[in-house]
């Protein structure tokens, strides 16, 4: 009896552990109608779903098969998330019954292995979105997973091993809207491979090894990705009718000739940076130019000069980091609806814009990182550009109405260049005025060389930002910045090896951060009570002592203090450290803030500093001034002391001598 007694519990025991999941594979989550068993270790689909479940994420798990038993009865589902999984056999007819299925995710799963066995995947008689990247895809297993997808409209194959876009590869699916092939080793397109996508409006072929199309023939499609290939020709077909082409990225390839678009195109962007662009013509030399034309332009009748074609509806062009010499003015007359243009990173060494109405709508012109010398707008041109960027040309001097010609131009990056900068009364060449430029608000000059900085440099422009940086030695008139006392709010003077301030910075008004960092400055101007400095930075300098007018008119404002990198001393920074202990300002680098009691003796971080031990160095200090004068005393008494005894012995002789 006490035998069955203890066997009891025993069984009971053994049963409940046999009902209950393993204490190791947490329980899905679900919320309502949606269910998620995201990355729970899973070998095999959970049998126990609710009823009439919409959403399935079995995703980041280790499921190997999927079988009628397991989801078949789940005929509700709408969003079946399978990704990352080692998913190698799927039943056949398995998705035939979830006539509700409109996202399918398989993506990085095993589905090379289930293609061996020729057998489809579907039909998917609802799914409008399929995702099948990464799954080591061949393209002669597509079909079985394509051919019966009457409803698929979104397909991703990227990440597999498609070498060719076969006749017909997509028949199967031919509601199919857009198709990612991102990523495979694409080497040819058949003719036809996508004839039969009448509603194809996007396609991505990204990161293959296409090297040319010579006949691109895509009616409707509007955006068409084909960067990071091996393209060299870029051609559409011949023809009259319109293309609907939007959106064409060739960035990253190969092609030493600009791209032939479609004769009639709605063409809106176009990236044709990082390739080996050597002109703006769709031909290289003369001889070739005439074989063009015979060719093909006899047929189109597009009779652009220069062989430039119709652009009127583009409005981004990227052409940045070629290797283009010269941007003819008559290409640029082919794009009026043109609002970013991108030369950067070129080999350009003169533009100029002289034709009245050129550009009229263009806000950005990037000309970068090229060989620029000369730069000249004509009046009436460019009366919507907002955003120059010039950094990094070897500009020395500009017309002096250059900037004042641009209407509406709020941003100018001039940094690393070989600029002076002219005085309200004096005229270039040789230098480039600044003021009465009515809308600039940020102004880029650092790495210019420059050695002054003239007063009125900025009158009648109403700059929020200044970068005067890495300037080694210049000079600031004390009137330099007069005129931006009420839109000034940005400042940064970093790395110029200055060792004095001359401006008044507490006469900006408006002036929110400041930067002085890397400097030789020993002492600060003085700041008055109308500061409205917010951030304040000062690390790598000289300085020793903040004085006590200047930290009672900065913490009135300041935020944010960079004081690292400087000699203090400790106990003449005491109000400093004041303000820094009840948290008034806020400084980010207070672990690199260091300062000495003592001139030699070991630097010690600011927030250590105590006032006992300040007036223990205090009475060191004054027993050391004790000590020094009272030996100075000694030593002078001694002195006098020896004189008198030598005066009183000589005395003694010229009595004696008597």
């Not at 950067?344 to 050129?358: A, D, K, R």
């Not at 400095?533 to 002592?545: D, K, Q």
Request: net charge neutral.
């Amino acid at each position: 009896m006490a035998a069955f007694q203890l066997l009891v519990p025993l069984l009971l025991s053994c049963a409940s552990a046999v009902t209950r999941p393993p204490h190791h594979l947490p329980a899905c989550r679900a919320v309502q109608l949606d269910v998620f068993c995201r990355n729970l270790s899973l070998r095999s689909v959970p049998l126990h779903l609710p009823q009439g479940v919409q959403t399935l994420d079995l995703s980041h798990n280790q499921l190997q098969n999927l079988t009628q038993e397991a989801l078949a009865h789940h005929t509700s589902l709408r969003r079946l998330n399978l990704h990352s999984n080692k998913i190698h056999f799927i039943q056949p007819k398995l998705f035939e019954d979830m006539t509700d299925l409109k996202v399918l995710d398989m993506s990085r799963n095993h589905l090379n292995v289930f293609a061996l066995s020729k057998t489809n995947i579907g039909p998917l008689t609802a799914v409008e979105s399929l995702d099948l990247s990464t799954n080591g895809i061949h393209e002669s297993m597509t079909d079985y997973f394509l051919s019966k997808s009457p409803s698929l409209s979104n397909l991703s194959l990227s990440s597999n091993s498609i070498t060719k876009i076969r006749q017909n590869m997509f028949s199967g699916s031919s509601a199919l809207r857009k198709i990612s092939l991102h990523n495979n080793v694409i080497l040819e397109i058949e003719s036809g491979g996508f004839d039969s996508l009448s509603n194809l409006t996007e396609l991505d072929l990204s990161k293959n090894s296409i090297s040319c199309i010579t006949d691109f023939n895509l009616l409707q499609l509007k955006v068409l990705n084909l960067s990071q290939n091996s393209m060299e020709t870029f051609r559409s077909s011949i023809s009259d009718d319109v293309y609907e082409l939007l959106h064409l990225d060739l960035s990253q390839n190969k092609m030493p000739y600009f791209p032939l678009v479609p004769k009639k195109n709605k063409l809106e962007y176009l990236d044709v940076s990082r390739n080996q662009l050597q002109t703006t013509n769709i031909t290289g030399s003369r001889e070739e130019l005439e074989n063009f034309r015979d060719t093909f332009l006899s047929h189109t009748s597009l009779g652009f000069s220069n062989t430039h074609q119709d652009l009127s509806k583009l409005k981004h062009l990227d052409m940045s980091y070629n290797q283009l010499k010269i941007i003819p003015q008559s290409f640029l007359c082919c794009m009026p609806s043109l609002q970013v243009l991108n030369v950067s990173n070129n080999c350009v060494g003169s533009f100029s814009i002289i034709n009245e109405g050129l550009l009229q709508i263009v806000k950005i012109i990037d000309l970068s990182y090229n060989s620029l010398q000369t730069l000249t707008f004509g009046e009436s041109t460019l009366q919507s550009l907002e955003q120059l960027f010039l950094q990094g040309n070897d500009l020395t001097t500009l017309e002096h109405p250059t900037f004042q010609r641009l209407p509406k131009i709020k941003y100018l990056q001039l940094q690393q260049n070989r600029l002076k900068i002219c005085t309200p009364d004096q005229d270039p060449p040789g230098c480039v005025s600044f003021g009465s430029v009515s809308n600039l608000q940020y102004l880029y000059l650092s790495e210019n060389h420059l050695k002054t900085l003239p007063a009125n440099a900025f009158s009648n422009t109403p700059l929020r930002l200044l970068d005067l940086s890495l300037n080694p030695g210049l000079d600031m008139d004390s009137h330099s910045l007069t005129g931006l006392e009420y839109s000034l709010v940005d400042f940064f003077l970093q790395e110029n090896n200055i060792s004095r301030l001359n401006v008044d910075l507490s006469s900006l008004r408006s002036l929110k951060f400041v930067d002085l960092s890397t400097n030789q400055l020993t002492t600060l101007p003085q700041w008055n009570k109308d500061s409205s400095i917010e951030s304040l930075n000062l690390r790598h300098n000289n300085l020793v002592t903040l004085e006590y007018s200047t930290v009672l008119a900065l913490e009135r404002s300041l935020k944010t203090l960079y004081m690292g990198s400087n000699p203090l001393s400790c106990c003449s920074n005491l109000r400093f450290l004041h303000m820094v202990r009840r948290s008034a300002v806020v400084v980010p680098d207070i672990e690199t803030v260091t300062c000495v009691y003592v001139d030699d003796s070991e630097p010690i971080n600011i927030e250590q500093v105590t006032q006992d031990s300040c007036r223990t160095v205090d009475i060191w200090r004054l027993n050391l001034i004790v000590v020094i004068v009272t030996t100075l005393a000694l030593i002078l008494v001694l002195g006098l002391l020896v004189k008198l005894c030598h005066s009183r012995k000589q005395k003694r002789n010229r009595s004696f001598s008597t």
